[in-house]
T-cell receptor
């Protein structure tokens, strides 16, 4: 199984400041034939299901604000919120869909400082 | 709009069984892989199983490989999860969730979730 880890566990950022979350996979999720990393990011708010933000490591889902971006390839990935807004307070999960079982990271809680 | 509406779940004794259902609307159901994903209280999501659009391909996480069965009825735009020999560790909110037309895909739409609580 591919194990996903995230850092930090939590972070507090002032409104308007940058938030950066890291995700690492225990093996590469880059498929060489199409040069795509099979990595997604989700946002979850209390009492709601997760919401897809980013897929293929850096492709923003429709409707996701452009202050949220993803980067990375292979085994190391980053989710960046360039200017934190109050509505971004949530738990963020990375997930690999390169192989079964599909696996999620443990989550990073983002709060306002 | 794309919508997944779940039913089933509830309180069950250890060793018991439950059947979860999920009805889809707003898209061509038979074109999509469908997943069941669960989330224990205070934990991250855990993928449980998926099924291809035709129903011919199914994969399970080890935690449910023998005890759980995923199925679908494309005529009714529905996907199901039959769970047997339930344990306390199966206590979680269970979500049905849409993949894509490929087995390797992110999940872009989730049901509202249904709580399964295994307790004596």
């Amino acid at each position: 199984d591919i194990v996903m880890t995230q850092s930090p566990d939590s972070l507090a950022v002032s409104l308007g400041e940058r938030a950066t979350i890291n995700c690492k996979s225990s093996q590469s999720v880059l498929y060489s034939s199409n040069n795509k990393s099979y990595l997604a990011w989700y946002q979850q708010k209390p009492g709601q299901p997760p919401k897809l933000l980013i897929y293929w490591a850096s492709t923003r889902e429709s409707g996701v604000p452009d202050r949220i971006s993803g980067s990375g390839s292979g085994t190391d990935f980053t989710l960046t919120i360039s200017s934190l807004q109050a509505e971004d307070v949530a738990i963020y999960y990375c997930q690999q869909y390169y192989s079964t079982p599909l696996t999620f990271g443990p989550g990073t809680t983002v709060a306002v400082k | 709009q794309v919508q997944l509406v779940q039913s089933g779940g509830g309180l069950v004794n250890p060793g018991g069984s439950l059947r979860l259902s999920c009805v889809a609307s707003g898209f061509t159901f038979s074109d999509y892989y469908m997943n069941w994903i669960r989330q224990a209280p205070g934990k991250g999501p855990e993928w449980v199983a998926y099924i291809s659009g035709s129903g011919s391909t199914k994969y399970y996480a080890d935690s449910g490989k023998v005890r759980f069965t995923i199925s679908r009825d494309n005529a009714k735009n529905s996907v199901f999860l039959e769970m047997n020999s339930l344990r306390a560790a199966d206590t979680a909110v269970y979500y049905c969730a849409r993949g894509s037309d490929q087995s390797s895909s992110p999940v872009d739409c989730w049901g509202q979730g249904t709580l399964v609580f295994v307790t004596s």
